[in-house]
């Protein structure tokens, strides 16, 4: 791994608190009496998306510490994983569309586009270590809009049109 980029997973860390604040008061306050609203789709998106956010941060600290079995079994898991949290997001996304507010269908399926491209990037260039790694940062950089688009509104009371 390249010397600038030796601490990338205590950085990845950081996704942790973002997306609790991001999601607190859409889903992590209901917990564990959700309510109706909260659909089996949204929990499964949800679990889903913990557990890319966990092997995205675990996969930079594997290498750190030379633990590269680790690092590549956790990449194969990817191979399973990565369709299910896309395909997660088409629940969301057809519920999105019956209601007043399909506009919004764009940041979701951008995402998806961006996540998908990142991704296949990353597959492509899995043996040359740079790129992979680039690509692999680009898919957590497209977590921070959801995440990030969430606390200003929710927590901070600002315009949902301003985030």
Same mark, same amino acid.
């Given at each position: ?7 990338? =997973? ?13 999601? /607190? ?38 290498? *750190? /510490? ?67 790694? *680039? ?16 606390? =200003?509104?929710?927590?901070? =009371? ?6």
């Amino acid at each position: 791994m390249e010397k600038a980029y030796r601490n990338l =997973g205590f950085l990845f860390l950081l996704l942790l608190p973002l997306t609790f604040l991001g999601f /607190y008061k859409t889903y992590f306050i209901h917990f564990p009496q959700f309510s109706d609203q909260i659909t089996p789709f949204m929990h499964s998106h949800a679990a889903i998306a913990c557990v890319w956010i966990s092997m995205l941060i675990a996969q930079p600290l594997f290498i *750190r /510490y030379r633990k590269l079995k680790w690092q590549r079994r956790i990449g194969k898991w990817s191979y399973f994983v990565f369709p299910l949290l896309i395909l997660s997001f088409i629940p969301q996304v057809i519920r999105m569309v019956k209601t007043d507010r399909a506009i919004e269908v764009f940041f979701p399926a951008a995402d998806a586009a961006l996540l998908i491209l990142f991704y296949s990037l990353a597959i492509y260039y899995r043996k040359k270590q740079a790129l992979h790694m *680039r690509y692999m940062i680009g898919i957590a950089i497209v977590f921070l809009g959801p995440t990030i688009g969430r606390i =200003g509104p929710t927590l901070l =009371g600002w315009s949902g049109n301003f985030t």
